[in-house]
């Protein structure tokens, strides 16, 4: 497709569980970014990658998280033992901003997998 | 302190008002801004960015105060369809930071 995708779109899951969750951004862009966004709430800063290469993870709220994109594309954000507080909407988006120039600030984001874990 | 403060609102105005909102940063090295909309339960999009110089797009008006680190976004008689969470977006180099938003509804 043309946008960003994500999946899943809904998780529910039990807590000390694993989840992970992926997002195919647009074809070309460089740069991606996850965020996690609670309910009333802008959306929280996680991590994000030029290319291949994580470039600030200082948003992963412990070492639960860890987030990769091997190839430069697809990337996958890994919750381990997951916690109730972990439930929000996860969101990736990608932008065409190459790495040390300045972005344009368009970023596209995708749908967000809504995770809940019980 | 927050990286991206806004005032959360909600503002609650009649269709034809004029509505601002506002944004501090606190990171004096920012680079760009911006502001996203985002409605219910969908994702934040790109409204419009934010330059040194002022800058309008139809009836909104961004502005930047870098000496206060401050943005602004006004708009001018409000629609129905401008009822959404505006979110303020600061950018130091690629590291895209978001506001909390604000919520505003434009009522009939």
């Known amino acids: 497709g043309a946008g960003v995708s994500q999946s899943p779109r809904y998780k529910v899951t039990k807590r000390g569980q694993d989840v992970a969750l992926r997002c195919d951004p647009i074809?070309?862009?460089?740069?991606l970014y996850w965020y996690r966004q609670a309910l009333g709430q802008g959306p929280e800063f996680l991590t994000y990658?030029?290319?291949?290469?994580?470039?600030?993870k200082s948003g992963l709220p412990n070492d639960r998280f860890s987030a990769e994109r091997p190839e430069g594309s697809i990337s996958t954000l890994t919750i381990q033992r997951t916690e109730q507080r972990d439930s929000a909407m996860y969101r990736c988006?990608?932008?065409?901003?190459?790495?040390?120039?300045?972005?344009?600030?368009?970023?596209?984001f995708g749908e967000g997998s809504r995770l809940t874990v019980l | 302190r927050k990286e991206v403060e806004q005032d959360p609102g909600p503002f609650n105005v009649p269709e034809g008002a004029t509505v601002a909102f506002n944004c501090t940063y606190s990171?004096?090295?920012?680079?760009?801004f911006f502001w996203y909309r985002q409605d219910c339960r969908k994702e934040p999009k790109l409204l419009m960015s934010?330059?040194?110089s002022g800058n309008e797009d139809g009836r909104f008006t961004a502005q930047l105060n870098r000496a206060s680190q401050y943005i602004s976004l006004l708009i001018r008689d409000s629609k129905l369809s401008d009822s959404a969470t505006y979110l303020c977006?600061?950018?130091?180099?690629?590291?895209?930071?978001f506001g909390a938003g604000t919520r505003l509804t434009v009522k009939p």
């Open positions: 977006v600061v950018n130091m180099r690629d590291d895209m930071r």
């Open positions: 934010v330059y040194s």
């Open positions: 990658f030029n290319y291949e290469a994580q470039q600030d």
């Open positions: 988006a990608s932008s065409l901003a190459r790495q040390g120039q300045m972005s344009t600030g368009e970023l596209f």
């Open positions: 990171n004096s090295a920012s680079q760009s």
């Open positions: 074809s070309g862009h460089v740069s």
